[in-house]
């Protein structure tokens, strides 16, 4: 790989903003391509520390200050993107906490963790109610329902989603992605969830999965 | 001869009996389940905290919560509504006011200085918090102040009538020695505190020290006159994949100040020393040991935590309390039966352990089942079990 490329990846995964900011330019003047830099550089960061995390070697914190490192970097880069097409998202999630439920913290933490593995995300907050999550997934065009609970008292109501999407004949052409402190893959399974995210890092590889399966069929 | 609740519970808490002991300090209950639970026919008694120790013949166990040392229960109410939430022991205290509202939520500032969203349909619902008063060193500097652990509203103006309440009496008494994580958390929000520990590790550590400085003060004085049977902590720092912040990170902040209060502690003879913290707290666990703290609450199951496996990795380093699932008593008979035998039996038999359910008490927990865990509980100790709809 790429000197630079290499040395964005690790600063990243360090967290040292600064140090992001000025390779990111230097590869820029270099003659890399920002799309190559987004993918190779900074993304690929953001992946590695996933795992990092999954590992136990990481933690909050550390996902905390790599996120911001790594939108240091990718803010030199928007200029070159004339429209979001040009970033080749790797597909659109719709998120947003369920019906009942005003907790917002995980959920925000997989947002950043999804933005910063290249995935276009459209977050319609929290208390979100079936009929929102659809109408979001016909706007938006997206390609997966991400849904965040903390309560086992307002879990019961992601069923509702999955069968406002079934309704709309949109169950199975966009899957769906819960995570949040009461969920379990046990519950995604009894509900009809496609998708279960442990945690934040977690997420994009889940998002990912269900994205390939989607090609699939 | 009827052993007393304050020699069962330090007698099980030293591993000297295999008692039961229902300490009603850890039966806890979302508002809305007691409303619930009235609503289909349980006794208006358990509305209040001496009706419930009554009729659910729980283990009185008394907290000096009126000392303002630990988190604090608050509550709003409007339209005949109660709101319920936490803050932290800040006096003089901020007016808490509403400064918005629309439909589903209301937007207000607390007595604690965070600004926060309240979900009006579901009042027993944890709010949202929006906003928190400590931003920089400035700001830290004002909650500081109102942090003196001196403070006249702090403590009983009759002190000496206060201290004699607390003579010859037959319940565990229990103080709150504060918290460094959770506190912190509670004033800068999550994300900006995780952020200080990288950006602003000094000031990090001068607000530690502060807690450090404060619940000493607080602890030397009740402790002069009052003889306290187990310290509380609260710092609810993990989720359910494991601990917010790094064993090294815990390390450097928290060890050494946590270290200075169960020190203390021990020197003036409480060697009971509980945590509070939802989530995985495995990696956490040795951690807390090194630091003096020997107790564990609520272990929540649906976080990993499995009791049974912690004493058996532990053995009596660990005094435990919790750790019976409440998604399983929502469920039917077998479920809860299930549960409990799993766990129950063994730990009693181990002794060092209470009991109770993994945190609150959530809505969705029927009465009837509530009932029904509690007699089994009973059972296995072969003690009568409640009547469920007449008050004893």
């Known amino acids: 790989m790429n000197e630079y490329l290499s040395s964005i990846c690790k600063e990243v995964i360090a967290g040292n903003q600064t140090e992001v900011k000025e390779l990111v330019d230097k590869a820029l003047k270099n003659g890399i391509l920002p799309l190559t830099i987004l993918k190779e550089g900074l993304t690929r960061g953001i992946e590695s520390l996933g795992a990092k995390f999954k590992a136990g070697e990481v933690y909050l914190p550390e996902i905390l200050i790599s996120i911001r490192a790594m939108n240091m970097g990718l803010n030199l880069l928007k200029p070159y993107f004339k429209n979001s097409n040009d970033l080749q998202h790797e597909g659109t999630i719709v998120l947003g906490t369920i019906e009942g439920d005003i907790h917002d913290i995980g959920k925000n933490l997989v947002r950043l963790m999804l933005e910063g593995t290249g995935f276009r995300v459209v977050d319609l907050g929290v208390n979100v109610s079936a009929s929102s999550f659809v109408s979001a997934v016909c706007e938006h065009k997206a390609d997966i329902v991400g849904i965040s609970a903390l309560l086992t008292t307002t879990m019961i109501n992601i069923p509702n989603v999955i069968q406002a999407l079934k309704q709309n004949s949109l169950c199975g052409r966009v899957p769906v992605l819960v995570g949040g402190a009461c969920i379990t893959r046990e519950f995604a399974d009894d509900i009809g969830a496609e998708g279960y995210a442990l945690d934040c890092t977690s997420a994009p590889e889940e998002a990912k999965r269900l994205l390939r399966g989607r090609e699939k069929s | 001869m009827n052993i007393s609740a304050k020699d069962r519970f330090l007698n099980i808490a030293h591993f000297k009996s295999h008692d039961l002991c229902l300490p009603s300090s850890f039966f806890l209950f979302w508002p809305e389940t007691l409303i619930l639970w009235m609503e289909a026919g349980a006794p208006e008694m358990i509305r209040n905290g001496k009706g419930r120790i009554k009729f659910f013949r729980l283990d009185h166990a008394r907290f000096l919560w009126e000392l303002h040392s630990g988190l604090e229960v608050a509550y709003y109410e409007l339209k005949g509504q109660r709101y319920t939430y936490f803050i932290t022991p800040i006096i003089p205290r901020y007016e808490s006011r509403i400064i918005g509202e629309d439909e589903h939520s209301m937007i207000m500032t607390n007595e604690a200085g965070q600004k926060m969203m309240i979900h009006k349909v579901h009042a027993g619902n944890m709010p949202m918090y ?221 002794s060092g352990y209470f009991p109770c359910i993994d945190h609150l008490v959530p809505p969705d927990v029927p009465f009837e089942n509530f009932i029904y865990f509690l007699n089994l509980v009973r059972e296995i100790c072969g003690l009568e079990k409640i009547d469920s709809y007449s008050p004893i």
Not at chain 2, 201 to 209: C, G, I, N, T
Not at chain 2, 329 to 344: F, H, P, Q, W
């Open chain 2, 130 to 350: 929006l906003d928190y008063p400590v931003r920089d060193k400035a700001s830290w500097e004002t909650i500081k102040k109102r942090l003196n652990p001196e403070s006249a509203g702090r403590w009983p103006v009759a002190w000496d009538e206060y201290v004699k309440k607390f003579y010859n009496r037959d319940y565990p008494v229990g103080l709150s020695v504060g918290s460094f994580f959770g506190f912190l958390r509670e004033w800068t929000g999550l994300e900006r505190l995780l952020f200080w520990m990288y950006d602003e590790p000094s000031l990090v550590e001068d607000m530690m020290d502060h807690m450090v400085f404060f619940e000493g003060v607080i602890i030397k004085r009740v402790l002069k006159n009052i003889k306290i049977d187990f310290a509380f902590l609260w710092e609810d720092m993990a989720y359910k994949a494991g601990p917010m912040i790094s064993p090294e990170m815990f390390r450097k902040f928290v060890m050494p100040r946590c270290l200075k209060i169960t020190e203390l502690l021990r020197r003036e003879g409480v060697d009971i020393i509980f945590v509070d913290s939802d989530g995985n707290i495995d990696k956490l666990i040795p951690l807390w040991l090194e630091c003096g703290v020997n107790g564990f609450w609520p272990l929540e199951v649906a976080a990993g935590m499995d009791a049974v496996a912690i004493r058996k990795k532990y053995g009596k380093e660990v005094i435990l309390a919790g750790n019976i699932d409440k998604r399983q008593l929502t469920k039917g008979r077998d479920s809860i039966r299930n549960e409990v035998m799993a766990k129950v039996p063994f730990l009693l038999e181990q």
